[in-house]
Nanobody, 130 residues
Framework: QVVLAESGGGSVEAGGSLRLSCVVS????????MAWFRQAPGQEREGVAS??????????TYDDSAKGRFTISQDIAENTVYLQMNSLKPEDTAMYYC?????????????????????WGQGTQVTVSS
């Protein structure tokens, strides 16, 4: 089992930035699909971004709402996955979760289905005020 610990959430004004971090408890080499999800009150959990490292180069995918504003990255030496969030909007307000899985293929990781991910962090709250 992989233990994931998120940090970096907080309260910012619209247009601001935050960087979320997710520390993975075991070698990140053993997990080739990492993703960030978010869940707002009363809404389903949705995949925001993913990174697949099973190929020759990392492959990232983003939800349409995150494209151009969010960047997912990974530091293998630090066993950490990041989500840089810029130009934040009030609709980005949610609990953000880090998740890990072993993926057979890039497309499988990139579809960001909640049910595909076996390990989850406890979440970090992001609140964006207008």
């Amino acid at each position: 089992q992989v233990v994931l610990a998120e940090s970096g959430g907080g309260s910012v004004e619209a247009g601001g930035s935050l960087r979320l971090s997710c520390v993975v408890s075991r070698s990140i080499h053993l997990t080739n699909c990492m993703a960030w999800f978010r869940q707002a009150p009363g809404q389903e959990r949705e995949g925001v971004a993913s990174i697949y490292t099973g190929g020759s180069i990392p492959t990232t995918t983003y939800d349409d709402s995150a494209k151009g504003r969010f960047t997912i990255s990974q530091d293998i030496a630090e066993n950490t996955v990041y989500l840089q969030m810029n130009s934040l909007k009030p609709e980005d307000t949610a609990m953000y979760y880090c998740a890990a899985a072993w993926s057979e293929a890039s497309w499988w990781c990139g579809r960001r289905r909640t049910a595909d991910f076996t390990d989850w962090g406890q979440g970090t709250q992001v609140t964006v005020s207008s």
